[in-house]
């Protein structure tokens, strides 16, 4: 028995963290999230595997993007004419809503509702699969869900749990919080979960799983996207990643220390770069102070990016999207003023001595985003590090 | 901390160099160019490194112009009174630092520990003073000057000011408020424009379901129209078949109208009127035939003319064929025997006269009784001349030859020997016969002479005559034998002639051909075949009469046969009953052809007749057409409805511009937050370094102005006596309890403050740092009297720390020791 565990699909979403991209590679881009899942489902049908279990965020956006929905019913159509069973639940991005309606998708697809149910699934090879799961219907469910999952029904062989949420304290948390003892406690012999986008195996008896997304949508979805093939031998479950992401974030470093020209930069930057994979890359120049101020102003001003940005190729890239300057931070205050520079700091990076420059920006969302986060302020710190201690060299 | 000395290996100007300092104070005096400030470098690099080669820096580096060594030592005395050497050289990029406690080597780390907190950086921010600080007080504006001397407190406040407006402004190139031009200002009216049109996007999932329910209701509507449509081309259908079968229509109801004949010929009958004509017909044909036959087989007038002569003269057509047969032998007979034989006679005499050319064909043979009487005349002669003739034969010879050779032997010509040989020769001979005629036998041969010419044989001599006797003999019979064949021949001939005489007056009537044997056996035969023709033409003509007979007979009885059908049907012949049957054959055909239209038409037959004319069949067609039309028209509407909502539906499925779009708006984002995060970024920064000189003025005012108050007041004459900092303000109090702030003083006087308060700062990092102060001719500008305090206000420092000054101008007065005093020269 084999089946695909996939999860946080979010088709229809925009790539982020870029700010223009060459109009091939946005295309590229913008085919990629879709290239995956075709590619998944090539696979499953090569795979003749018995069913697919997706936990999750299909959509990144299911009210408005009418073209992921009907792409995906597209998908299961051709699932169903190869008769491989689909198991979905809507998770947080993509929770339950009335204009859902719209497309239905076929009957090899069953989409469980937002109260927990359990559906059974009896293969050509006589075996008995349980299935339970859930959908979200709002965008937030603090409760534990997996608490009241059913205990592994009696006359089946093998019983998958389907669960889009993340672990954490009941009320504390917004994504369906649970513990592993949760899971463990229900005799499942599989935990499909969703959510988090970092594929990880958080339990192996019995298995607890997130595989991740399938194609990475920003730098921190770094690295090959793809989902589990999940294999059961009737004693053991085996999981085999298989990748399918057609382009990989990448975040790379250069050390620029010893740099002392521009073509030994471009050189290094494309060795440091080179991948056989299409490659969004984000490269961070350590020790950035070291280089000569000329090689500086290139990047400073943008023109060195511009140019190797123009010079990408678009049927195979590694493209960078950024250059990050790491400094070397000396102390930028002499010890001797050290408790003034700490106390200042204290007074100046809070939320409220922020809010107060912010003014109007408050009212820009993707702002919001940006200074709501948590470690925000800490990291605006460092950033003012940064901007003094490169202003100090630069004199 | 005291620096006792330095040692110079090569710094600038100078090149092995060494210098013993007061701990105190130490002024060091000397023009320009002397290395005044180049041995405050010298100092600050050994104790912190040399200056690298970037930016500013590089002119500070002092490479020595005639050294190959760069560098040198510095001697330091710490508070417990421990001495170090601190070594540092330089070789080729490689900086090498060298220190020893009391003699022993120590690590950099050592060294490091015994300078802390003091640093590369805050030495040269608060040890290290020189011109340029002062300076700028004279740059400033008044606000400026007051912000610089109230950021006093923190170490190189000037310089922190001065990156805090920098960052200010870049912060403000960023973004303003209500600015309009600057890169986040600019990105966040293109986010307001995109979410603007984000909202005006169309909800594409109504739009869909909107579309489809259009459809369905569309396709609802389409099966009805269908039907009806259905039901229209089925009228039509029918309509343009009734226009089509009209023609036939009108034909049936022509022949609706046409009657049946009662009479009918039976089909037998018709077999029968059939056969008997046929047989008639053939009958007549056959007697005909026959009696051509019989005109054919008869011989024509000629021919029968032609055998009436044969037979008339059978008789003696008979007897000449007879002779004609026995002719044909002899002649046979002579062209086989004869003819030959008589060649062969000729050339018999031909080759005898051929030999005996002095013989003719026609001698006569001499009788016995002629012979003996020769042959006496002969032997009478021959003994009278025997013996003369010889000799003179022989003479004549001899003479000839010899003539002959005399001549050959005059001319050298053999042709003209043999012909003069010959002529003699003939000539002599001539001579000689011409004598013996004269000779005495004269007599005899004149007998003899006649005797030959009586019996024909002057040619032959006298011998010949007897020796030829026998071959005469053979002409003779020759001539007889050819003579007796050559009546043989005559004989046939003359009989021949009769012969074709009497054929030529037998066959005249009968041939205009010359009469020859072909023309006559030919003639024998044709009257011969014309017999045997005559005959066999009597025996069939016998057999065709017969037939003849026959026929009619069977001709007569067909007739009449024919003659009862014809009553029967009461016709009076064969024209008649024709057309009888021809008119019953047309009705019959008549029928046919109704029931067969009965058939084509069916049950339209019925539609049909509900019409009174084409014109209103006609009519009803056009109606149904245009129906038709019409329908087609609204199901044609309909289904390019359909068409546009199904395309309008698919557009929206393979429109890709709202994710599209997304991305747009994320690509904004990403520029946005970029933008802001550098923008608060530099805010934050400025205001954190205001905030941070704000603190420690704030802190450090209340020491500082201590050592401010009287080094303001050293620097002011005495001037001014207190500097009061009060909720952030300077106040300053004069001796005179007089009080000012800081923007009410003259510049002099601010930069008096500013340096006092430098100085104090300066102090009271020194105090922690316990670092020397090297001071280079900061003090230029202030008049005599300023500048002798200069010397004062050293010494005061001193008290603190040790002081290297260094200035171009000597100290007035006795002001100063000469131990302290260290003069540099060129």
């Not at chain 2, 990105?187 to 594409?204: G, I, P, V, W």
Request: hydrophobic share 35%; with cysteine; aromatic share 10%.
């Amino acid at each position: 028995m084999k089946f695909i565990h996939t999860a946080d699909l979010h088709l229809g979403s925009p790539f982020k963290g870029l700010t223009n991209l060459p109009s091939a590679i946005r295309q590229a881009v913008h085919n990629s999230i879709y290239q995956a899942f075709d590619t998944l489902v090539a696979q499953a049908i090569d795979l003749k595997v018995d069913f697919i279990v997706i936990a999750g965020d299909e959509f990144d956006n299911v009210e408005r993007d009418l073209q992921a929905q009907l792409y995906l019913q597209q998908k299961f159509l051709e699932l169903a004419q190869h008769h491989i069973p689909v198991f979905l639940i809507y998770g947080n991005h993509d929770y339950l809503t009335s204009s859902q309606a719209i497309v239905s998708y076929p009957s090899n697809v069953h989409v469980f509702g937002p109260q927990i149910s359990t559906v059974t699934l009896k293969l050509v090879s006589g075996l008995r699969i349980a299935v339970s799961g859930f959908s979200y219907d709002q965008n937030h469910l603090t409760a534990n869900k997996a608490q009241s999952y059913p205990a592994r029904l009696d006359n089946v062989d093998y019983q998958i749990g389907i669960l889009h949420g993340e672990i954490g304290q009941t009320n504390q948390n917004n994504y369906a919080p649970f513990s592993v003892e949760d899971l463990q406690s229900k005799g499942y012999d599989y935990w499909a979960l969703g959510h988090i986008h970092q594929r990880q195996i958080i339990n192996k008896n019995p298995y607890i799983v997130y595989p991740g997304n399938l194609q990475g949508r920003h730098r921190k979805e770094t690295g090959a996207k793809g989902y589990y093939l999940v294999e059961w031998d009737g004693q053991q479950t085996n999981l085999e990643f298989r990748a399918v992401a057609p382009i990989i974030w990448q975040n790379q470093q250069l050390d620029v220390a010893r740099i002392q020209d521009l073509d030994t930069l471009i050189k290094q930057i494309t060795q440091t770069i080179a991948n056989k994979q299409n490659t969004l890359v984000e490269l961070t120049f350590t020790n950035y102070e070291k280089l000569s101020t000329t090689i500086q102003g290139l990047i400073d001003s943008g023109e060195l990016l511009a140019t190797l940005q123009k010079n990408a190729q678009s049927e195979h890239f590694n493209y960078i999207y950024r250059f990050h300057r790491q400094f070397t931070t000396k102390t930028i205050y002499q010890a001797i003023d050290e408790p003034f520079w700490k106390q200042a700091a204290q007074d100046v990076f809070t939320k409220a001595n922020l809010q107060q420059h912010l003014g109007k920006l408050q009212q820009v969302a993707a702002i919001r985003d940006v200074y709501q986060n948590p470690d925000f302020l800490a990291k605006l710190q460092q950033t003012a590090i940064d901007i003094i201690s490169q202003n100090k060299m630069e004199d | 901390m005291q620096i006792t000395g330095v040692n110079i290996y090569g710094f600038g100007c100078f090149v092995d160099t060494k210098f013993n300092f007061q701990t105190d104070y130490q002024v060091i005096l000397g023009n320009n160019e002397t290395g005044k400030t180049t041995l405050l470098y010298f100092i600050r690099s050994i104790l912190f490194g040399f200056a690298s080669a970037r930016g500013q820096e590089k002119y500070r580096r002092y490479l020595p112009h005639k050294s190959s060594k760069y560098g040198g030592e510095v001697y330091l005395l710490d508070a417990d009174n421990n001495h170090w050497t601190i070594k540092r050289t330089k070789k080729q990029n490689s900086e090498l630092l060298t220190v020893y406690e009391n003699d022993q080597p120590k690590t950099t780390a050592d060294y490091l520990q015994l300078l802390a907190p003091m640093t590369s950086d805050l030495f040269i921010k608060t040890n290290f003073i020189d011109q340029t600080a002062l300076e700028q007080v004279y740059h400033l504006t008044d606000d400026e000057l007051l912000e610089q001397i109230l950021a006093l407190g923190a170490v190189g406040s000037s310089d922190w000011l001065k990156l805090r407006k920098k960052l200010q402004k870049d912060a403000d190139q960023l973004y303003r408020p209500r600015g309009k031009k600057y890169e986040l200002n600019q990105l966040l009216d293109k986010h307001q424009s995109l979410q603007a049109q984000l909202q005006e996007f169309d909800n594409e999932n109504t739009k869909y379901h909107q579309l489809q329910a259009q459809l369905q209701e569309l396709l609802q509507q389409e099966p009805d129209l269908q039907q009806q449509e259905e039901q229209l081309q089925q009228q039509v259908h029918q309509l343009e078949e009734l226009q089509k079968k009209w023609a036939l229509f009108q034909e049936f109801k022509a022949l609706a109208h046409t009657a049946t004949s009662p009479i009918a010929i039976s089909a037998t009958d018709i077999t029968t009127y059939d056969n008997l004509q046929q047989s008639i017909a053939w009958n007549q044909q056959l007697v005909t035939n026959l009696q051509q036959q019989q005109k054919n087989s008869s011989l024509n007038s000629q021919q029968q003319a032609q055998i009436a002569y044969f037979l008339q003269n059978q008789a003696q057509f008979q007897r000449l064929q007879q002779q004609q047969q026995e002719l044909k032998f002899q002649s046979q007979y002579l062209k086989a025997n004869i003819i030959p034989q008589q060649q062969q006679l000729q050339e018999q005499r031909s080759t005898l006269l051929q030999h005996n050319p002095q013989l003719n064909a026609d001698l006569t043979p001499l009788t016995q009784q002629q012979l003996q009487q020769f042959q006496k005349l002969l032997t009478q002669l021959k003994g009278q001349k025997q013996t003369s003739k010889q000799t003179t034969k022989l003479a004549l010879g001899v003479l000839t030859v010899g003539i002959s050779g005399l001549v050959l032997m005059l001319t050298h010509k053999w042709f003209w020997a043999v012909i003069m040989f010959l002529i003699i020769f003939a000539l002599s001979w001539w001579i000689l016969t011409v004598q013996e005629a004269k000779s005495p036998t004269v007599h005899i041969r004149t007998h003899m002479q006649s005797f030959k010419q009586q019996y024909h044989l002057d040619n032959l001599t006298d011998q010949e005559v007897i020796d030829l006797q026998g071959i005469i003999m053979q002409l003779a019979n020759l001539k007889q034998q050819l003579a007796a064949n050559q009546k043989q021949i005559d004989d046939y001939q003359e009989l021949r002639a009769q012969f074709l005489q009497r054929l030529s007056n037998l066959m005249r009537p009968v041939t205009a051909q010359t009469i020859s044997d072909v023309v006559f056996d030919e003639y024998l035969r044709e009257c011969q075949h014309l017999l045997q023709l005559q005959e066999l033409q009597r025996t069939n003509h016998e057999q065709l009469q017969s037939k003849l007979t026959a026929t009619h007979t069977q001709l007569t009885k067909l007739k009449q046969e024919l003659a009862e059908l014809f009553q029967k049907y009461h016709v009076d012949d064969s024209q008649q009953f024709e057309q009888l049957q021809s008119q019953l054959q047309q009705q019959h055909q008549e029928q046919q052809r109704k029931v067969l239209l009965q058939q084509t038409l069916g049950d339209d037959l019925n539609q049909l007749q509900k019409f009174t004319s084409l014109t209103e069949l006609k009519q009803q067609l056009k109606q149904a057409q245009d129906n038709l039309q019409q329908l087609q028209q609204t199901l044609h509407h309909l289904n390019q409805q359909e068409a546009q909502i199904t395309a309008q539906a698919q557009q929206l499925v393979n429109n890709d511009q709202y994710e599209q779009f997304l991305q747009e708006i994320e690509f904004n984002n990403t520029a946005l937050t970029t933008a802001f995060s550098e923008w608060i970024g530099h805010v934050m920064a400025a205001q954190w370094i205001s905030t941070t000189l704000n603190y420690a003025s704030a802190n450090r005012f209340p020491n500082l102005l201590q050592r401010a108050e009287q080094l303001f007041m050293q620097l002011t004459n005495g001037r001014f006596k207190v500097i009061n900092f009060v909720e952030g303000e300077l106040k300053l109090l004069t001796a005179d309890k007089e009080q000012f702030d800081v923007h009410e003083l003259s510049r002099g006087t601010a930069a008096q403050l500013y340096l006092a308060l430098n100085l104090a700062f300066v102090l009271e990092v020194a105090d922690i740092t316990a670092m020397p102060i090297l001071i280079d001719d900061a003090l230029v500008d202030f008049d005599t009297q300023r500048k002798s305090n200069i010397f004062r206000i050293i010494q005061q420092m001193s008290q603190v720390t040790q002081v290297i000054y260094v200035c171009a101008q000597p100290p007035t007065a006795n002001l100063i020791d000469s131990e302290h005093l260290l003069t540099l020269s060129r």
